[in-house]
């Protein structure tokens, strides 16, 4: 009787017996599909789905300095064409309400020599 027991016991003990805990609603983030294409001069940026109106931030880096920003009110779809600064290491990024969708570089960024000692480097 007690091996039985032992044996219920354990096999009880090998099954999934509880329930899981409800983890509530996710959170609805804004569905917000924005593609690009970095040019030699310009960026062609491209919203394909916007759930509701809002403002597109783009920012503008050169190295590590913001050098540009805009926003723009969208209320769908639509086509955007940004130019880049002069030549050099630059970055463009895309927001929608605080949220980064999209980062294109344009260039290569300075990168400090490996084998120049710490205390000659510049910065």
């Known amino acids: 009787m007690r091996g039985i027991f032992l044996l219920l016991l354990v096999l009880a ?3 999934y017996t509880f ?4 983890p509530g609603r996710p959170v609805q983030t804004p569905r917000v599909w924005v593609v690009g294409k970095a040019l030699p001069d310009r960026a062609v940026l491209e919203v394909i ?4 109106p809002g403002y ?3 920012r503008i880096y050169r190295e590590e300095t913001l050098v ?3 926003a723009v009110f969208l209320e769908g779809p639509k086509v955007l064409e940004v130019d880049w600064p ?3 290491y630059t970055r463009l990024v895309v927001l929608f309400e605080g949220e980064v969708l999209l ?3 344009r260039g ?11 205390d000659q480097r510049q910065g």
Do not use: M, S, V, W
Request: glycine fraction near 8%; charge should be negative.
């Open 108 to 118: 290569a960024p300075t990168l400090p020599n490996p084998e120049e000692p710490k």
């Open 13 to 15: 003990g090998c099954r």
């Open 86 to 88: 002069e030549e050099g």
């Open 19 to 22: 329930l899981p805990l409800d």
């Open 49 to 52: 789905r916007l759930e509701r």
């Open 56 to 58: 597109l931030g783009i």
């Open 68 to 70: 540009r920003e805009r």
């Open 103 to 105: 980062q294109l570089d």
